[in-house]
Each structure stands twice: as C-alpha cells, then as structure tokens.
C-alpha cells in the first residue's frame, strides 16, 4: 500500500488506481431510469401499436413477454455485483 518511512504510495498502487474503474460507474442505473423503463414497458403493453400485432398466434405474446423480461432484468438484475 504505502511506504512506511515516506508515507508515499508505492509503484504497484499508483499503477492499479490510474488503472481501475471509478465507484460511480458501478452502481447501476438509477431509480429514476428504472422507473422510465418500467412506464415504457406498461405503455409499451397497453398500446395497440407493437413490434409483432397480437393477432399474430404464439410471436404477438413473444414480444410482450419478451419485453417484460428485459425490463425486469434491467430493474431488478442490473447494478453493483
């Protein structure tokens, strides 16, 4: 860590620290971003207008679910490891 007699980093630290990613990059998306996506999705669900029509057997559903499950990875699996 430190040198004990010049209370000075040794070459190993200062070459780790320029190196490292700072704290506020790994915290995840906020809660207000999380909450964007979660009105997205719900207005996503309610409109009429989708990616794949509904009327469409089996793949309509797909997209809603497929939807659902990337918002809920973003708001409850995203964030600090």
Do not use: C
Not at 41 to 70: E, H, K, R, W
């Amino acid at each position: 860590m430190y040198n004990n007699k010049t209370n000075l980093p040794t070459d190993e630290n200062i070459q780790y620290e320029t190196h490292r990613i700072p704290e506020s990059n790994q915290d995840g998306p906020s809660f207000i971003a999380k909450l964007a996506v979660a009105a997205i999705v719900v207005a996503y669900l309610g409109s009429p207008i989708d990616v794949i029509p509904d009327f469409i057997p089996v793949l309509g559903q797909v997209d809603d679910i497929t939807a659902i499950y990337l918002a809920y990875r973003y708001i409850f699996l995203s964030g600090k490891e």
